[in-house]
C-alpha cells in the first residue's frame, strides 16, 4: 500500500521579518521509502498563515 506523508521538515526567519518553509513530501510502500519531493514557500509579514502547520503559526505569530 502507497502512503504519503507531508512534513514540515525546514524552518527559517530572514531578517525582514520572512518566514521560509519547506515541506516534505514522502511516498512510501511497506514502510519504505520509494519517493521524496519537496514543496518551499515564504510566508511574508502580513500574510494569512491561519491554515499552516502548528510549529510555522506559532513562529509567524512571534515573527510577524
Same mark, same amino acid.
Request: charged fraction near 35%; aromatic fraction near 4%.
Given at each position: ?5 507531508? *512534513?514540515?521538515?525546514? *524552518? ?5 521579518? /520572512? ?14 521509502? *520509494? ?24 513562529? /509567524?505569530?512571534?515573527?510577524?
Amino acid at each position: 500500500m502507497l502512503v504519503e506523508n507531508k *512534513i514540515v521538515d525546514k *524552518i527559517e526567519v530572514l531578517e525582514n521579518g /520572512c518566514v521560509q518553509v519547506r515541506t516534505r513530501f514522502d511516498i512510501s510502500k511497506d514502510n519504505v521509502a *520509494i519517493a521524496s519531493s519537496f514543496d518551499r514557500k515564504v510566508i511574508n509579514p502580513g500574510d494569512d498563515f491561519s491554515q499552516e502547520d502548528e510549529k510555522v503559526k506559532s513562529i /509567524c505569530s512571534t515573527v510577524h
